[in-house]
């Protein structure tokens, strides 16, 4: 009797993740528009500074030293490390590594969440110091910036919460993560309009 007739052939080599197709753009259309707009309005807030700035060199100069360097320091620290560890989140997720991308999206919500908390402290000590909506040109347009950046990154944070979920609930895999691309492009969006900020208010004199 002849087996080999019969015999079961080798099993079929598992089929691999498709590879990201060449040019496409991460996200999803909704948020670059989003983010678009975002950029449109700091554009025109950072118009808004240099011409003031323009009008007014003298108190613009002397402005960062009446702000806390420090203050300025940690967001930029903060924000950098939490942008990092959105990287690290969107990488385990393309590797099949949910667990490890959750921990990651922690890591990115706890240093997002330092940049408000700092900011509680900040506006404090800037208080005690006679830095309010009286203070001068410089401090108007520091506030008008610095909030409104506040701002997109508490809306950072809310979206942060719903991707945790979403990656907890094991919604997210490998082939399909649309959701956290998107807002890893956000939050790093964010991160580059508060590296235009910090040199403007807390370094240029």
């Known amino acids: 009797m002849n087996l080999s007739a019969t015999a079961p ?7 691999p993740a498709p590879a990201p197709t060449a040019g496409r753009i991460p996200g999803n259309k909704a948020m670059w528009v989003g ?7 700091f554009a025109l807030m950072f ?16 402005g960062p030293a009446q702000l806390s360097l ?13 942008g990092w560890c959105a990287a690290r989140a969107l990488h385990a997720m393309r590797a099949a590594r949910q667990a490890a991308c959750l921990r990651w999206l922690v890591a990115t919500f706890v240093f997002g969440l330092g940049y408000p908390l ?12 006679g830095l309010d909506g009286d203070a001068g ?19 950072g944070l809310l979206g942060l919460i719903w991707v945790m979920l979403r990656t907890a609930t094991g919604s997210y895999s490998a082939e399909d993560h ?13 991160d580059i309009i508060w ?3 910090f040199p403007l208010f807390y370094v240029l004199r």
């Open 195 to 197: 590296l235009m900020i």
């Open 9 to 15: 052939g080798p099993l079929p080599a598992p089929t």
């Open 70 to 82: 420090l203050a300025g320091t940690a967001y930029t620290l903060m924000l950098l490390t939490s």
């Open 137 to 155: 040109i410089f401090v108007v347009t520091y506030y008008y910036l610095t909030f409104n950046h506040l701002i997109h990154v508490f809306w």
């Open 47 to 62: 118009a808004v500074y240099f011409v003031a700035r323009a009008h007014h060199p003298e108190v613009f100069r002397a």
């Open 178 to 190: 649309v959701g956290l691309e998107a807002f890893a492009c956000y939050w790093h969006t964010t």
């Open 118 to 129: 700092v900011k509680l402290f900040e506006v404090r000590w800037n208080l005690a110091h």
């Open 35 to 41: 983010i678009f707009c975002e950029v449109t309005e």
